[in-house]
Nanobody, 123 residues
Framework: EVQLVESGGGLVQAGGSLRLSCAASGFTRDDYSIGWFRKAPGTEREGVSCISSGDGRTAYADSVKGRFTISGDYAKNTVWLQMNNLKPEDTAVYYC????????????????WGKGTLVTVSS
């Protein structure tokens, strides 16, 4: 059974930082992507960042470029999202998912999703 478990969410003041972790298990394909997505109340789900296992290519939403960094250790089946200079508009439930991401985070086809971790940024 494929499982994705997110952790690291919490409450932080604007300008602060959080590091999200996604621990994956049960998925053994050689070439795949793991992405971070978020959804705030009343909004559509938004692709935040993706990383590809084959070549390490990354993609970011324009709204987080320069602030967020995605990284992964596929031997450990773990992906992180380092979030710096957080803004109130970053408040959302953050999900990790595994599947495929294109060169833009709006292009994705994910097969499995985690349950999410809540990030709240106060002003």
């Amino acid at each position: 059974e494929v499982q994705l478990v997110e952790s690291g969410g919490g409450l932080v003041q604007a300008g602060g930082s959080l590091r999200l972790s996604c621990a994956a298990s049960g998925f053994t394909r050689d070439d795949y992507s793991i992405g971070w997505f978020r959804k705030a109340p009343g909004t559509e789900r938004e692709g935040v960042s993706c990383i590809s296992s084959g070549d390490g290519r990354t993609a970011y939403a324009d709204s987080v470029k320069g602030r967020f960094t995605i990284s992964g250790d596929y031997a450990k089946n773990t992906v992180w999202l380092q979030m710096n200079n957080l803004k109130p508009e970053d408040t959302a439930v953050y999900y990790c998912a595994i599947g495929w991401c294109g060169p833009h985070v709006r292009m994705y086809a994910m097969d499995y999703w985690g349950k999410g971790t809540l990030v709240t940024v106060s002003s």
